[in-house]
């Protein structure tokens, strides 16, 4: 017998529809986004002066009448209600985030939607910062020898972009993301819902090649299409903040799992977690400026500039009011990759397909593995290839598993001597 009437599964889509259309009107990244002529005038004054963005004034009283109205379809109780109820209050803390742009309050509810440095990760026992401080501690043991595994960035956008239409039509056919050149962004690379932006000026790696594809393509833009083909729920398509850490980690556990996550790139991440903790702590723009300088992510300065608008970008840039978005990569990568050796104990592959069925939160497993079994939702159409042939997934992954049951403390005792 099926779990939901006709009526009652008519109301939970109803409410995903409201839901969504609340949802597409909050881009929390697009909002917070900085004019490229910022990095310009931080340079022309000598790296001395305090960026002052200008942001996108968002009028939200819509999106509050629509989750207003998405609850009250929600009358009941299963996974499924839970799940639509979370996305709803989400979507109204996003909206009070947006609407406090440029305050103290845009740190507070930042840390609610994302966390922050000092929030536990994976069993509760350890915080992000902790994981990051200890990431950079070991990378930094290796730094020359980083710097001199490190590929040459030898590729053009141009270049970078002739791979990647090379590449992309193997895994999407005739669905394949656009890549766009531009000279009008900050960041090196960046996705959207079916396409990849790269800077004009910027250069790139071979290594960038995999890591654009397996992080941006074939896990963001991917979960972004198979959640759309979700004909019940086509709210699994959006990306928002409740399914961030998750997404990320996924996204990051694929660089790793492809052999795409470089140590430079594994600090990179750790950094910016770090110098989320010292905005907190009080440190302005500048300060954070210079400690992407001298921590070795990188000898140009448009990367350091782009790492320290990243932690600032709607919040304070005088200090104390960071956006706490990437504190969650290292913490989602933690969870994603323990969930993925629960799933192998569990001896059934279909948990590690669930999450590709759209863009979902981990805590929203129990929700979708009822609409699976209840056939109202689909198989994903495109996975990566790591997790459709699982082979070398499974084998890892059973290997991780008895290699976390090894005492590290007894290995060191043997090598003392050589150590």
């Known amino acids: 017998m099926p779990h939901f009437s006709d009526t009652e599964l008519s109301r939970l889509e109803e409410a995903s529809a409201l839901l969504l259309k609340a949802e597409v009107q909050l881009p929390v990244l697009k909002t917070l986004v900085w004019e490229r002529s910022l990095a310009d005038e931080f340079f022309r004054k000598k790296e001395k002066y305090l960026p002052a963005p200008e942001y996108q004034k968002l009028d939200v009283s819509t999106v509050r009448e629509q989750i207003a109205s998405a609850r009250k379809l929600v009358v009941g109780s299963s996974p499924v209600h839970e799940w639509l109820l979370r996305f709803a209050d989400t979507t109204a803390l996003t909206a009070d985030l947006l609407s406090s742009i440029g305050t103290a309050d845009f740190y ?20 992000a910062i902790e994981l990051a401080k200890r990431i950079d501690s070991l990378l930094s043991e290796f730094d020359k020898g980083c710097i001199r595994l490190e590929p ?21 056919g005739s669905e394949v993301p656009e890549i766009r050149v531009s000279a009008d962004m ?3 690379a960046a996705a959207g819902r079916d396409y990849i932006r790269l800077r004009a000026d910027a250069t790139f790696s071979d290594l960038d090649v995999t890591q654009l594809l397996q992080h941006e393509a074939l896990i963001h833009i991917a979960t972004g299409k198979n959640g759309r083909l979700q004909k019940h729920f086509p709210l699994l398509g959006e990306a928002y903040p409740g399914n961030a850490r998750t997404q990320e980690g996924l996204a990051v556990f694929a660089e790793f799992i492809s052999g795409a996550l470089d140590p430079h790139r594994f600090k990179r991440l750790a950094d910016r977690v770090i110098a989320i903790d010292m905005a907190e702590q009080g440190a302005n723009f500048i300060e954070l400026y210079q400690y992407f300088r001298d921590s070795g992510a990188s000898d140009n300065p448009n990367d350091a500039f782009e790492s320290a608008y990243r932690v600032v970008r709607g919040g304070l840039v005088e200090g104390r009011g960071p956006f706490t978005k990437d504190s969650v990569y290292l913490g989602g990568l933690v969870e994603v990759h323990s969930y993925l050796r629960a799933a192998v104990r569990a001896g059934d592959a279909a948990f590690i397909r669930l999450l590709f069925i759209g863009k979902i939160d981990l805590g929203d497993l129990e929700a979708m593995k009822l609409l699976h079994d209840e056939n109202l939702i689909i198989e994903p159409r495109f996975i990566p290839p790591w997790a459709n042939d699982l082979r070398y997934l499974l084998s890892y992954l059973a290997y991780s598993t008895f290699l976390n049951e090894i005492n590290l403390q007894d290995v060191n005792i043997r090598y003392k001597n050589l150590f």
């Open 186 to 188: 900050s960041s090196k």
């Open 152 to 172: 040459p960035e030898i590729l053009t956008a141009e270049n970078l972009r002739t791979e990647l239409e090379a590449r992309l039509p193997r895994y999407f």
């Open 108 to 127: 507070k509810y930042s840390c609610t939607l994302y966390g922050s440095s000092n929030t536990p990760i994976a069993d509760g026992k350890r915080t």
